[in-house]
């Protein structure tokens, strides 16, 4: 009998741990989405615009360089033409190594809200999963508590039995005891 206690005190723990589970991992779920969903996209949308910008910076600084060099190519470049042509390729280059930066700080944060979106969907099978054997769990501590519930109730009918037979033994020593000193004085 105690060990069926034991069984069902075990079991409606493993319930009560499991449940405090689930909560903590549908609270780490909230947190990730609430944490990838509004910043991320927005820096993603801001770094796709810089990116775009940069692009478009870099064809127009592209097109200026073209536009110097036949210049170059028609006039005789003096000192200060080349001065400009070093700036504008110096400044194209800075502008493709800032547009490298964007892009990948762009692919970084991709990856990263793919991971995340990642984690949310395993976290949500870890809840599925947990809540399946909650349900199994509560099915066998409804099991044992009906067992527990039928073997008292066995219990009972025995031990009245067990009384009604001592009774009725009682009944007949009490007669037997009786007649025999009946049977004594006679």
């Not at 400044?91 to 990948?104: A, G, T, V």
């Not at 995340?116 to 349900?135: G, H, P, S």
């Amino acid at each position: 009998m105690n060990n069926y206690f034991e069984i069902i005190k075990q079991l409606q723990q493993a319930v009560e741990f499991s449940t405090r589970e689930n909560v903590e991992l549908r609270e780490q779920i909230i947190m990730m989405e609430t944490q990838q969903d509004p910043q991320k996209n927005l820096k993603i949308c801001n770094l796709q615009k810089k990116i775009i910008e940069q692009q478009q910076q870099i064809s127009e600084l592209k097109q200026q360089m073209l536009k110097r060099n036949q210049m170059k190519k028609e006039h005789q470049c003096n000192d200060d033409n080349k001065f400009l042509i070093e700036q504008m390729k110096k400044k194209f280059e800075e502008k493709s190594n800032e547009l490298k930066r964007y892009q990948d700080m762009y692919e970084k944060a991709r990856l990263n809200l793919k991971q995340t979106q990642q984690q949310v969907l395993e976290l949500k099978e870890q809840i599925n999963q947990q809540c399946q054997l909650n349900a199994q769990e509560q099915q066998k501590v409804t099991k044992m508590e009906l067992l527990m519930k039928n073997a008292r109730q066995q219990e009972f009918k025995q031990r009245d039995q067990t009384l009604k037979y001592n009774n009725q033994n009682k009944n007949k020593k009490a007669y037997l005891e009786q007649a025999i000193e009946m049977i004594i004085i006679e």
